[in-house]
């Protein structure tokens, strides 16, 4: 039988990111960032299975060459660490799972072996004795948690020197013993300046030269912070918008950037999440939409400043653009009432669902 390869990427810090910070968008986080791992699978190596912070991929009775296998290592870091950079860049949730989560950090063990399957429901399971030392490596002496990690059986197949270097790796030897058994292997550790990460552009604000078209305001008796929650959930969009659905990407935490789709008697408006500049102490959440009539652009934002420990008060403005004169017509005759009597009943049916929650 021939040898096979295993590969584990570990998000580190896991388990102290999600015990100290809110569990929702922390659970969110990691949701994207192995979808990010996954999706940098250039390898088409198979993934046997989801484990909380990490992902087990396998490629069956086949080692890649070094320079497939570092490439792959190389893409996976780079991805990882270009999607840290987006969320810190686009971030608009002041909870602590966004704003720690660029301190996560990754590594990835790869070691090789003659796999074994356990077949359930039509799914094949890797088992064994290397299955079980790969995942003991995770538990290792290296000092750091952002490094790769490849057992010297598998540095013999592909011929990777264990002092190979170059700009992304700087390889070392290390051993670690495990019941009794020693288990050498080659490591570096990744330093994320000298990857060529994605260049996200900074998210740009909008900026108004007249005041808000319209604007409403409506205390709450929560705190700021949780409302604002309330409001960046999409899940619970249509508990307080009445009839509307809402379509969203469900393990996305809210950040400028993000789009939903909402649907109102079958028309569907796309919007988009923006921010302008806000006031100092002021939480803000802000979106666009450009296919709702009678406007061209409706530009709305929620602005919410804490009054005491347990009450805010949140302003909500809206700026539009019309281009037509029928456009601005109707603005002038219906629509702007409308807006006001629809987004006064919603912020009502907010209020209510906060006080029964």
């Known amino acids: 039988m021939s040898k096979s390869l295993l590969f584990i990427p570990d998000i580190s810090g896991f388990t102290k990111f999600v015990q100290t ?23 088409d190596l198979e993934l046997a299975e989801i484990e909380g912070d990490a992902l087990f991929f396998y490629l069956e009775e086949i080692i890649p060459s070094q320079e497939k296998l570092l490439a792959q290592i190389e893409t996976m870091f780079t991805a990882f660490y270009s ?12 909870c602590n799972a966004c704003a720690t989560a ?43 948690d952002n490094y790769v990690l490849i057992s010297k059986e598998l540095t013999q197949l592909t011929g990777l020197s264990a002092y190979y270097y170059s700009k ?3 390889f070392t030897e290390g051993k670690d013993s495990y019941d009794g058994k020693e288990i050498p292997y080659a490591y570096s550790i990744i330093d994320p300046s000298k990857l060529t990460l994605t260049a996200y552009p900074q998210p740009k604000k909008v900026s108004f030269t007249d005041p808000p078209n319209l604007v ?16 960046t959930n999409y899940g619970v969009r249509d508990r307080w918008v009445k009839g509307v659905e809402i379509k969203y990407k469900e393990n996305e935490v809210t950040r400028i950037g993000s789009e939903h789709v909402c649907v109102i008697d079958g028309k569907q ?12 102490n002021e939480l803000q959440y802000g979106e666009l939409t450009t296919n709702l ?37 109707m603005l002038f005759l219906f629509a702007k009432r409308s807006f006001r009597k629809n987004t006064t009943q919603s912020l009502e049916e907010l209020k209510q669902l906060i006080i029964n929650n």
Not at 303 to 328: H, M, P
Request: aromatic share 8%; with cysteine.
């Open 293 to 329: 009539p009678p406007v061209d652009k409706l530009y709305q934002f929620f602005n919410i400043k804490s009054t005491s420990d347990n009450s805010c008060l949140l302003t909500v403005e809206f700026y539009w653009v019309a281009k037509s004169l029928v456009k601005k017509g």
């Open 21 to 43: 910070t809110e569990a929702e968008h922390s659970q969110h986080v990691i949701a994207e960032l192995l979808e990010v791992l996954i999706s940098a699978n250039t390898l």
């Open 83 to 94: 999607h840290l950079k987006l969320l810190e860049k686009n971030r608009i949730c002041p």
């Open 269 to 280: 408006l796309n919007f988009v999440v923006i921010a302008k500049e806000s006031k100092p």
């Open 168 to 170: 992304v790796f700087r």
């Open 102 to 144: 660029p301190n996560l950090q990754l590594k990835i063990v790869a070691h090789t072996g003659e796999l074994q399957f356990l077949e359930v429901q039509h799914n094949r399971k890797p088992f064994g004795q290397e299955v079980i030392e790969a995942h003991r490596l995770l538990k290792n002496s290296i000092d750091s």
């Open 216 to 231: 409403i305001q409506k205390s709450f008796p929560i705190d700021a912070y949780e409302l604002l929650e309330y409001i």
